[in-house]
T-cell receptor
Framework: NAGVTQTPKFQVLKTGQSMTLQCAQDMNHNSMYWYRQDPGMGLRLIYYSASEGTTDKGEVPNGYNVSRLNKREFSLRLESAAPSQTSVYFC?????????????FGSGTQLSVL | AQSVTQLGSHVSVSEGALVLLRCNYSSSVPPYLFWYVQYPNQGLQLLLKYTTGATLVKGINGFEAEFKKSETSFHLTKPSAHMSDAAEYFCAVSVPYSGGGADGLTFGKGTHLIIQP
């Protein structure tokens, strides 16, 4: 009963370093999403993948890239980390890309950029 | 574009007291509305949602919310708070039949619910 699995759970980077956040779901969902959560800001969508083979920008895509590796996996890459990217990152998935679909979330990655 | 406002970044209630978390939305068409809960160090999980039909929606853990179109509100309530209800609660809104998905979901900034023993 894994659901949505994110790795790592915690990461500290220095400014300019790169890293990839991994996300995998085992529910055979078509759509996957990356959010960032900042205090007092709620959740903001970074990128999403409506289905395997497609990706699109969300509200705050600058400084990030994504790869939908297959139906299960959706990774988020920071090419050159900046302190403004210090945040908690959540991956989520849904069965279909529909406005009333339930989102299933991973437990998050806490990232600090020094 | 739609928007959602959660009144009160922090709400404190006594154990056994009524929980009321306020959410007001703005949308050009009748929206879909959601409440998600985030327990400490976990991801969000769906509490309940309103799409169409009955305006009083019941969710998990004894929570319910009522869609009031005239007041553009979707407040979350629970008759009797329990210590385990301490969490962050997010209201969210989306526009039906917009051709999008959760990418069209707009989240509020969240309300931290504190339960006093």
């Amino acid at each position: 009963n894994a659901g949505v699995t994110q790795t790592p759970k915690f990461q500290v980077l220095k400014t300019g370093q790169s890293m990839t956040l991994q996300c995998a779901q085992d529910m055979n969902h078509n759509s996957m999403y990356w959010y960032r959560q900042d205090p007092g800001m709620g959740l903001r969508l970074i990128y999403y993948s409506a289905s395997e083979g497609t990706t699109d920008k969300g509200e705050v895509p600058n400084g990030y890239n994504v790869s939908r590796l297959n139906k299960r996996e959706f990774s988020l890459r920071l090419e050159s980390a900046a302190p403004s990217q210090t945040s908690v990152y959540f991956c989520a998935s849904s069965s279909y890309r529909s406005t009333n679909e339930k989102l299933f979330f991973g437990s998050g990655t806490q990232l600090s950029v020094l | 574009a739609q928007s959602v406002t959660q009144l009160g970044s922090h709400v404190s209630v006594s154990e056994g007291a009524l929980v009321l978390l306020r959410c007001n939305y703005s949308s050009s068409v009748p929206p879909y509305l959601f409440w998600y809960v985030q327990y400490p160090n976990q991801g969000l999980q769906l509490l309940l949602k309103y799409t169409t039909g009955a305006t009083l929606v019941k969710g998990i853990n004894g929570f319910e919310a009522e869609f009031k179109k005239s007041e553009t509100s979707f407040h979350l309530t629970k008759p009797s708070a329990h210590m385990s209800d301490a969490a962050e609660y997010f209201c969210a809104v989306s526009v039906p039949y917009s051709g999008g998905g959760a990418d069209g979901l707009t989240f509020g900034k969240g309300t931290h619910l504190i339960i006093q023993p």
